[in-house]
C-alpha cells in the first residue's frame, strides 16, 4: 500500500494569511504514460462529508475558490490557501488514486490564529 | 444535479452483516465507477472498494475476505455489505462518485453505523 503522511497536523493562520499543508507518499504517483500525479486533496468541515478540492494534484474543481492551489509532483505534495478566510477551517486530507487500495493521508486540521 | 443518499440499519450487532445501500440521483450508474469509503469517529478516511457496473470491483485488501460491493441498474443503487462485523466496523460510511479524472467528486451525507451488542 501507498502510505500517505501529511505535515503538520495542525496549523493555525491569521486571517487573509497563506496557510500551507504538505502531503508526502511513500512511492510516487505520478504515471510516466501521461505524466499526472494521482493525487487529489479534499476538505472536510464537521458533520460534512469531504470535498474535493484539487485532482491531478494540481487541477482545481469547479466552483473551488481559486485562492486553493495545489503543486508538486512524484512523492511531495502542497495544498496552498493564498488568503485564509474563515470558512476555510476543515480539516484537509490528500489522496493517492495512482494504485489500489486507494489511501489517504492522516488529516491536518486547519484553525484560525 | 448528482446526489447520492445512504441508507440502512444504524446499529448492527457484532459477527452480523452490515448492509447499506446508495442510491443514485442524476447520474446513471452504468457510466461511471461507484465506491463506498468510511471514517471512524475522530479519525481519517478508508477506502472500502469501488464497483463498475457489471465490469469490475476492486476491494481493500484489509477488508477484502468480507466485503461485498453488488450494483442494481435498475434502482440506480450500488450496495456494501461487510460480513462478521466487529466494534472496530463503527463508522460512518459515505458512498461517492469516482470521478472520471481521478478522485471522488460527488459524496453522500454519509450514515453512521454502531456495531454493539
Known amino acids: 500500500d501507498i502510505v500517505m503522511t501529511q505535515s503538520p497536523d495542525s496549523l493555525a493562520v491569521s486571517l487573509g494569511e497563506r496557510a500551507t499543508i504538505n502531503c508526502k507518499s511513500s512511492?510516487?504517483?505520478?504515471?510516466?504514460?501521461?505524466?499526472?500525479?494521482?493525487l487529489a486533496w479534499y476538505q472536510q468541515k464537521p458533520g460534512q462529508p469531504p470535498k474535493l478540492l484539487i485532482y491531478w494534484a494540481s487541477t482545481r474543481e469547479s466552483g473551488v475558490p481559486d485562492r486553493f492551489s495545489g503543486s508538486g509532483s512524484g512523492t511531495d505534495f502542497t495544498l496552498t490557501i493564498s488568503s485564509l478566510q474563515t470558512e476555510d477551517v476543515a480539516l484537509y486530507y490528500c489522496?493517492?488514486?495512482?494504485?489500489?487500495?486507494?489511501?489517504f493521508g492522516q488529516g491536518t486540521k486547519l484553525e484560525i490564529k | 444535479q448528482v446526489q447520492l443518499q445512504e441508507s440502512g440499519p444504524g446499529l448492527v450487532k457484532p459477527s452480523e452483516t452490515l448492509s447499506l445501500t446508495c442510491t443514485v440521483s442524476?447520474?446513471?450508474?452504468?457510466?461511471?465507477?461507484w465506491t463506498w469509503i468510511r471514517q471512524p469517529p475522530g479519525k481519517g478516511l478508508e477506502w472500502i472498494g469501488y464497483?463498475?457496473?457489471?465490469?469490475?470491483?476492486n476491494y481493500n485488501p484489509s477488508l477484502k475476505s468480507r466485503v461485498t460491493i453488488s450494483a442494481d441498474a435498475s434502482k440506480n443503487q450500488f450496495s456494501l455489505r461487510l460480513s462478521s462485523v466487529t466494534t472496530a466496523d463503527t463508522a460512518v460510511y459515505y458512498c461517492a462518485r469516482v470521478k472520471r479524472s481521478g478522485g471522488f467528486d460527488i459524496w453522500g451525507q454519509g450514515t453512521m453505523v454502531t456495531v454493539s451488542s
Open positions: 464497483i463498475h457496473y457489471s465490469v469490475t470491483t
Open positions: 489522496q493517492q488514486y495512482y494504485s489500489t487500495p486507494y489511501t
Open positions: 442524476g447520474d446513471s450508474i452504468r457510466g461511471d465507477y
Open positions: 512511492q510516487s504517483v505520478l504515471y510516466s504514460s501521461n505524466n499526472k500525479n494521482y
